[in-house]
């Protein structure tokens, strides 16, 4: 071996040593991270369960109501998980959220729409009600078209025939 063959193994081994130091620092920082998180979440994960709705449970409290058939009627049950939605928003205030109006699978796209808009805005009416400013919130009808249970069933179709929501501001 010559002097120069003999500095470059030294450089590539000082390297390899280097690099595999390297590795092992940043996985050990990720797993104290997601200790620190409370499990594997990390703090972006955490973050983007707020951002999510209500259907999947990732909308920092909020609950989803449902709706008799045929109907934009609140009833009890829709009230009370309206009022705990309102009391939510009020220790938020700059929580911005959109309510989707959904219906089940029966009926016609042009019937489901408007009637998924009036869910929409019946329950944006109730949150106003309670003291939540209409700024805050919007409303979009997605009619039959976005079904939580592809069953054809009415314990199906009760799943479908709600009001989501989605946070669009924290």
């Known amino acids: 071996m010559t002097i120069k063959s003999e500095t470059r193994h030294q450089f590539l081994l000082s390297l390899a040593v280097a690099l595999s130091i390297f590795v092992?620092?940043?996985s050990s920082a990720k797993k104290k991270e997601e200790t620190e998180a409370g499990g594997v979440a990390t703090?972006?994960?955490a973050d983007e369960s707020m951002m999510g709705d209500s259907d999947s449970g990732k909308a920092m409290g909020l609950q989803t109501v449902f709706f008799p058939y045929d109907s934009f009627v609140l009833d009890s049950s829709a009230k009370a998980a309206l009022k705990a939605n309102a009391d939510l928003m009020k220790e938020r205030p700059t929580l911005k959220i959109q309510i989707e109006g959904h219906?089940?699978?029966?009926?016609?796209?042009?019937y489901n729409i408007a009637l998924g808009e009036k869910r929409a805005n019946s329950t944006r009416k109730y949150l106003q009600d309670l003291g939540v400013d209409g700024s805050r919130l919007?409303?979009?009808s997605f009619?039959?078209?976005k079904p939580l249970d592809l069953g054809t069933g009415e314990e199906a179709y009760a799943k479908n025939r709600r009001a989501n929501f989605v946070i669009t501001s924290k």
Request: hydrophobic letters at 25%; one cysteine or more; proline letters at 0%.
């Open 24 to 26: 092992t620092a940043c």
């Open 143 to 145: 009619g039959k078209e």
């Open 43 to 45: 703090a972006s994960s």
């Open 138 to 140: 919007t409303v979009i």
């Open 103 to 110: 219906c089940d699978q029966r009926g016609g796209i042009q």
